[in-house]
T-cell receptor
Framework: QKEVEQNSGPLSVPEGAIASLNCTYS??????FFWYRQYSGKSPELIMF????GDKEDGRFTAQLNKASQYVSLLIRDSQPSDSATYLC??????????FGGGTRLMVKP | NAGVTQTPKFQVLKTGQSMTLQCAQD?????MYWYRQDPGMGLRLIYY???????DKGEVPNGYNVSRLNKREFSLRLESAAPSQTSVYFC???????????FGPGTRLTVL
């Protein structure tokens, strides 16, 4: 079982809709959670991090964490075609190492 | 501020050849990392260096060696390349007091 699981997609949403990206993790002791965006052929860039249960909002992005369910999600409101990318969930787990999920490809259609 | 730089951007090797991927950062970060990214696999950690003078194995170290030349530079060496090492390689760095890793632009390696 992979330590960090994501649906590979593609997730297709119309422009202006809410995109919901989900991630589950296996290490119950994980404390820090990250969402990276990666455009095709480019390197990952950090867009959100969350450490505490609940919601964290930054502009059109909201990260949600539920440690009891070992579940972290990313909501993108008012999705734009420029949001089309692969979104990588990452978790700091045993040994203080960052473990990545396989990524979810998001397509926002005009 | 260039951030994290990697050379080369692209490389084609034949099976058994060797090469070194170079990485440098100008952010005065203590920690540096080498990842490989294969389709659908996310990024997997090959080796890391928590500080100058130290290196440790990650999830997939076999077939690779690293050198932390100084605080700025962290190189990855393939001694005898194999087709299974065809991948995109990313270098990253991180300050000690923060969790954010900054990534270089990547090296696309093909082993024939």
């Amino acid at each position: 079982q992979k330590e960090v699981e994501q649906n590979s997609g593609p997730l297709s949403v119309p422009e202006g809709a809410i995109a919901s990206l989900n991630c589950t993790y296996s290490d119950r002791g994980s404390q820090s959670f990250f969402w990276y965006r990666q455009y095709s052929g480019k390197s990952p860039e950090l867009i959100m991090f969350i450490y505490s249960n609940g919601d964290k909002e930054d502009g059109r992005f909201t990260a949600q964490l539920n440690k009891a369910s070992q579940y972290v999600s990313l909501l993108i409101r008012d999705s734009q075609p420029s949001d089309s990318a692969t979104y990588l969930c990452a978790v700091i787990s045993a040994g203080n190492m960052l473990t990545f999920g396989g990524g979810t490809r998001l397509m926002v259609k005009p | 501020n260039a951030g994290v730089t990697q050379t080369p951007k692209f490389q084609v090797l034949k099976t058994g050849q060797s090469m070194t991927l170079q990485c440098a950062q100008d952010m005065n970060h203590n920690s540096m990392y080498w990842y490989r990214q294969d389709p659908g696999m996310g990024l997997r950690l090959i080796y890391y260096s928590a500080s100058e003078g130290t290196t440790d194995k990650g999830e997939v170290p076999n077939g690779y060696n690293v050198s932390r030349l100084n605080k700025r530079e962290f190189s990855l060496r393939l001694e005898s390349a194999a087709p299974s090492q065809t991948s995109v390689y990313f270098c990253a760095s991180k300050a000690s007091s923060y969790n954010e890793q900054f990534f270089g632009p990547g090296t696309r390696l093909t082993v024939l």
